[in-house]
C-alpha cells in the first residue's frame, strides 16, 4: 500500500499574495496540481493533501478536477511547521499499513520516475525513510543533510539552525520524502519545536528513525521549492525549457526557443513549426506541416494540417487544414472553419462556423455567423448580431459574395450564389442566386455651389 501527502497548508509569506502559494500557477497548473502529477508513476491507494491557510480555495481548485473526489483533504488549523503537518496525518491514517510519501507542497517540477525510483530505493532497503537530497553549488535556504559515507541520515539541519561551517554542507533537503508509516507514526509525537522558527520540523524525525537513507537526485532542477516569485520565474524556465527539448526531440521546429512558451497540456505533431513570439496554451493540438506564428497566441484549440497563423490570436477554436490565419486575425468562442479558407487582415470572428475554401481577406466582423462552403466575405463586412439585448444569428449560403463594407443585420438569412452590391445594409433575408443591392442611389448635380463660400472664422 502507498499513500501520498502534499504539505500545503502553509500561506507562503514570501510570495507577498492573498492566494496559497500552492495556488500560485506554473504554465497550466497550480503548484500543488503539478505535485500531485509528480506522483504519477506510482501505484497510489490514498491521496491527502493538508491544507490550512485559505483551505477552502485549495479545495475549490480541485472541486473543477475529475480526480478531485478521490482526494482527501486534511486541516492543519495552525501553521505550527511541516512537523506538526503531517502530526495531523495520525487520525486519518491510523491503522495504515505501508508507505508514505510526503511531498512538499511547493516542489513542483519533480519528474513522476525521481519518485518512482525513491519508492523502489525504499523498499529494496528496507528503510524506515529515504529522503530526497541534492548536492547544490548554492544550497541558501535549504535544510542541509548530513550523511555518513554510506548516505545514511545522521541529522538535517535548517539553513537558518545551521552554524557557519554546517552551512557549508552542499546536500540539500528536497522536501521529498518516503516513510514506513508505521515508524514515522510511531515518532510524530516526539517532535519538540526548540529551533529558531520555534516550529516543529518534519525533518527531526530522522534523530528517531532509522535506518534512513539519503538519495541524489539526478537533475537538481526537479527539486527547486518555490518560496518566492523570483523561484516561481526560475521554475517556469526550467519547464519551459523542458517542454521544448521535448518537443524538438519529437520532430518540432522552434524557431528562437527562449521568444516561445507552450504549456505542458499542449499537444504537437512532428512538422510543426512554431516561429519567434509565439504563446501556445491550455488544450490545444496543432498537426503536421503547420507554421504557426511569428508573434501568434493559440490557446485551446485545434489547428488542422499544413494551416499558418501569421501574428495572430486563436482561442477556443478550430481551424480545419490548409486555411491560412492572419497577420493581424482575432478568431475567438467556438470559431470553426472548414478547409482551405483564408481569414486575413484585422478580421475578427466570434462563434461562427466557415464552410471549405471561404474568404475573408480584409477587415470584417463576423459573429454567431454560419457561412457556407466558397463564400467571399468582402472587406469591410460586418455583422450587425447585437441589438442592444439580444445576439442573433446570420446565415451566409455558398458562393455568396458580400460587397465591401455591408453590414448584414442579425437575425439574417441570405441564400446561396448570391451578390451583395458594396456598401448595402442588408436587413431582410436574400434568396439564392440574385444581386441585392441597398444603399441609397448616387445622385450627382451638375454645377451644384455651396451658396457663401469662406474660409474665415465668423
Ligand atoms: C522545507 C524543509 C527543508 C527543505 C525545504 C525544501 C522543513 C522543516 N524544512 O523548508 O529542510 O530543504 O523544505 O523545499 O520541513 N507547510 C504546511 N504546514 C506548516 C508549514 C509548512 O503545510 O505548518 C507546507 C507549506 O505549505 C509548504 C511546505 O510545507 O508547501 C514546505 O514549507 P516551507 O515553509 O516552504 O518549508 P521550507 O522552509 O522551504
Ligand atoms: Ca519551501
Avoid at 454560419?370 to 467571399?376: E, L, R
Amino acid at each position: 500500500m502507498v499513500a501520498v501527502a502534499i504539505l500545503a497548508a502553509g500561506r507562503g509569506t514570501r510570495m507577498k499574495s492573498d492566494l496559497p502559494k500552492v495556488l500560485h500557477r506554473l504554465g497550466g497548473k497550480t503548484l500543488v496540481e503539478w505535485v500531485l502529477g509528480s506522483a504519477s508513476a506510482v501505484d497510489v491507494d490514498r491521496r491527502l493533501v493538508i491544507v490550512g491557510y485559505r483551505s477552502e480555495l485549495i479545495k475549490q481548485a480541485f472541486a473543477q478536477r475529475d480526480d478531485g473526489n478521490t482526494l482527501e483533504f486534511v486541516e492543519q488549523r495552525e501553521q505550527l511547521g511541516t512537523g506538526h503537518a503531517v502530526q495531523q496525518l495520525l487520525s486519518p491514517l491510523h491503522g495504515f499499513e505501508g508507505d508514505l510519501l510526503i511531498l512538499n507542497g511547493d516542489v513542483p517540477l519533480l519528474r513522476p520516475l525521481t519518485l518512482k525510483h525513491l519508492l523502489q530505493t525504499h523498499r529494496e532497503h528496507q528503510n524506515a525513510a529515504t529522503i530526497l537530497t541534492a548536492q547544490l553549488p548554492n544550497p541558501k535556504g535549504y535544510g542541509r543533510v548530513f550523511c555518513d559515507d554510506r548516505n545514511v541520515v545522521q541529522q538535517i539541519v535548517e539553513d537558518r539552525d545551521c552554524t557557519a561551517p554546517q552551512r557549508q554542507n552542499c546536500r540539500i533537503n528536497a522536501g521529498v520524502y518516503c516513510f514506513r508509516w508505521a515508524d514515522l507514526a510511531a515518532v510524530l509525537p516526539k517532535l519538540t519545536a526548540d529551533n529558531d522558527q520555534k516550529e516543529y520540523y518534519l525533518t527531526d524525525v530522522v534523530n528517531y528513525l532509522s535506518p534512513v537513507m539519503a538519495v541524489d537526485v539526478e537533475d537538481e532542477q526537479e527539486i527547486l521549492g518555490i518560496n518566492d516569485r523570483k523561484q516561481l520565474a526560475a521554475a517556469y524556465d526550467i519547464l519551459q525549457r523542458r517542454i521544448k527539448d521535448d518537443w524538438m526531440a519529437a520532430g518540432v521546429t522552434l524557431i528562437d526557443p527562449n521568444s516561445i512558451t507552450i504549456d505542458d497540456t499542449v499537444v504537437l505533431e512532428a512538422d510543426v513549426v512554431v516561429e519567434p513570439q509565439t504563446h501556445l496554451r491550455g488544450t490545444t493540438t496543432i498537426q503536421a506541416g503547420s507554421r504557426i506564428g511569428p508573434g501568434s497566441l493559440i490557446e485551446n484549440s485545434r489547428i488542422g494540417k499544413n494551416v499558418t497563423a501569421l501574428y495572430s490570436v486563436i482561442s477556443d477554436s478550430t481551424v480545419a487544414a490548409d486555411t491560412r490565419v492572419g497577420p493581424y486575425a482575432h478568431l475567438r468562442g467556438h470559431v470553426e472553419t472548414g478547409t482551405g479558407c483564408r481569414i486575413g487582415n484585422f478580421v475578427e470572428l466570434k462563434n461562427t462556423t466557415l464552410g471549405d475554401r471561404t474568404n475573408i481577406a480584409h477587415l470584417s466582423y463576423l459573429g454567431d455567423t454560419t457561412a457556407g462552403n466558397q463564400v467571399n466575405v468582402g472587406a469591410g463586412t460586418i455583422t450587425a448580431n447585437y441589438d442592444g439585448v439580444k445576439k442573433h444569428r446570420t446565415q451566409i449560403g455558398d458562393r455568396t459574395k458580400t460587397g465591401a463594407n455591408s453590414v448584414l443585420v442579425a437575425p439574417i438569412t441570405i441564400g446561396e450564389g448570391v451578390n451583395i452590391a458594396a456598401g448595402s445594409t442588408i436587413t431582410e433575408d436574400v434568396p439564392n442566386d440574385c444581386l441585392v443591392i441597398a444603399r441609397a442611389r448616387q445622385v450627382v448635380k451638375p454645377g451644384w455651389q455651396l451658396k457663401t463660400q469662406t474660409n474665415e472664422p465668423t
